[in-house]
């Protein structure tokens, strides 16, 4: 009995360090799941039942991927962007709002809603990446999780690998200089 309560008292662990997980972890599992369904999807023939469970568990998703973008833009444009007065928290919002507009891009159904999104997103990331440059160094975290995204957003929804492969190169080298010209200061 006593090892039966210990595996449930761990079980519960996991199921609390399961839901405990960030928002912007789960959205990416959200996210990858999504993408895996609509390559099934595009693959070989598929059973018409597969086909039917697959799309009803894709609108799922959808719903859940949209609303908790939603939440997330709507607690940092209400709670959190007003009060945030440092240039990295500033950052990090605009990064933040960026990701999850970028999430809403990749599961949008209409055109227009695509583009809106899209062009939303690249603003911001754009906005974002301006204020890294002047106010966080070359090697800082945001600024290279910054780069990340922006990287991906050109890769997933402009789908232009050239973009992205000069961002990230952009950003190798400016990482480099920075560290040359620590080398030289010690």
């Known amino acids: ?30 996210k990858k799941c999504y993408g895996f369904i609509s390559q099934c999807c595009a693959e070989g023939p598929i059973k018409y039942t597969d086909i039917l469970r697959t799309m009803s568990y894709r609108r799922k998703l959808e719903v859940e991927i949209k609303n908790t973008c939603e939440v997330i833009m709507k607690l940092l444009q209400t709670h959190v962007v007003p009060h945030t007065t440092s240039a990295e928290g500033r950052i990090f919002c605009l990064k933040v709002q960026a990701d999850a507009t970028t999430y809403l891009t990749i599961i949008s159904n209409d055109l227009s809603e695509f583009e809106k999104n899209k062009e939303k997103a690249k603003h911001m990331y754009t906005q974002a990446i301006y204020s890294a440059d002047v106010e966080l160094q070359p090697t800082h975290p945001l600024r290279l999780s910054l780069c990340l995204s922006y990287a991906d957003f050109y890769e997933e929804v402009e789908k232009s690998t050239t973009e992205a492969n000069k961002l990230i190169k952009n950003t190798c080298n400016s990482v480099l200089a920075e560290m040359g010209t620590q080398g030289e200061r010690v």
Do not use: E, F, L, V
């Open 1 to 30: 009995n006593n090892n039966n309560n210990n595996n449930n008292n761990n079980n519960n662990n996991n199921t609390n360090n399961n839901n405990n997980n960030s928002i912007s972890g789960n959205n990416k599992r959200m």
